[in-house]
């Protein structure tokens, strides 16, 4: 399956999705795309599986007919990614043309507080 990991995805993904031929956006010459617009040209270069960690994809898009998948993410960060790396793999392995799934991933979470610059 062809995956292609949107920009806001940490690359080491590419090298942990073993069994997909796994690209990012800006490799494949789509930096930049706005959603619309990179869905089509992944539709139109093969890809089968956007994998995004933008949440409002879903009502932003219509993908009635589209044969793209989209997967998205609750989180960016690779800390927090990279302890989700069965579920993603599942995600992409079950999904179908035109379909849109969630995986929950919790969100990033500060290690420490910022600085009160009021104190200072």
Known sequence: ???LLDE???????ALLP???VSTAVYAGFGGFRNGELLKAAEDAG?????????SLEYQQNLTGRKIA???L???SWRIVQNYIPAIA???????S???SRVDCGKYKPSRKPLDSAKY
């Not at 806001?8 to 590419?14: A, D, E, V, W």
């Not at 890809?47 to 933008?54: A, Q, S």
Request: charged share 15%; aromatic share 6%.
């Open 1 to 3: 399956m062809r995956v």
């Open 8 to 14: 806001n995805m940490p690359h080491q993904l590419r």
């Open 19 to 21: 069994g997909h031929d």
């Open 47 to 55: 890809y089968d599986v956007l994998l995004t960690g933008d949440l």
């Open 70 to 72: 989209i997967v998205s």
């Open 74 to 76: 609750s989180a960016n």
């Open 90 to 96: 599942g995600a992409i392995g079950s999904t179908q």
């Open 98 to 100: 035109g379909s849109f």
